[in-house]
């Protein structure tokens, strides 16, 4: 969890319908959602992605919070098509952000949004000893390795093909950041 929270990745699990079915506050926070506002606000019947991030419980400038919806709206015109995505973009308050959108298995929607900025560590939070982000950087190089090996194995015009090129490309993405991550924590050790 500590990993997570240092690469400032939120996640979101959305519906069939769109509507949230669960959300960390993580996800939460780089919306500038407030939590209390959010809940006291939520329909009896669900509340839809979309209309949560228009909602006054989202506490984004207008102009950064059209940017997120807009970028979210791309996503979800992808996933009408079958593909998962990502963008990234930048706030007009400095911070750069992650954002993706995966369809799984069960049919739900799993959104994800990362501070690639790095500001969305706080500062009560804990460092992230290098030990640990050199662990995460071999358990990564398996990974890797692994879905070269099931790439390789696949044929071009297979049905889970453009899912493994989505998560090769997720996990490159993750590599940099754990590098990142990994050469700042030895800097502050």
Not at 86 to 103: K, M, P, Q, V, Y
Request: net charge negative; with cysteine.
């Amino acid at each position: 969890m500590i990993a997570l929270r240092s690469l400032g990745t939120g996640v979101a699990v959305l519906d069939r319908s769109g509507c949230v079915l669960t959300i960390d506050d993580r996800f939460l926070a780089l919306h500038r959602i407030d939590p209390a506002t959010a809940a006291a606000e939520r329909p009896s019947d669900g509340w839809p992605w979309g209309d949560l991030l228009a909602s006054s419980a989202c506490g984004l400038a207008g102009d950064d919070a059209r940017t997120l919806a807009l970028a979210w709206a791309t996503l979800d015109e992808d996933a009408s098509r079958g593909v998962d995505g990502s963008r990234t973009l930048r706030l007009g308050d400095g911070r750069a952000l992650e954002i993706t959108r995966a369809l799984a298995v069960d049919g739900t929607t799993v959104l994800t949004i990362t501070d690639v900025t790095g500001s969305a560590k706080t500062a009560g939070e804990p460092a992230v000893p290098s030990h640990l982000t050199h662990d995460m950087n071999n358990l990564l190089g398996g990974i890797l390795a692994n879905l070269h090996l099931c790439l390789t194995d696949t044929a071009e015009d297979h049905p889970a093909r453009p899912r493994l090129e989505t998560v090769n490309r997720a996990a490159i993405d993750l590599r940099s950041l754990i590098r990142q991550l990994a050469t700042t924590a030895r800097e502050s050790e």
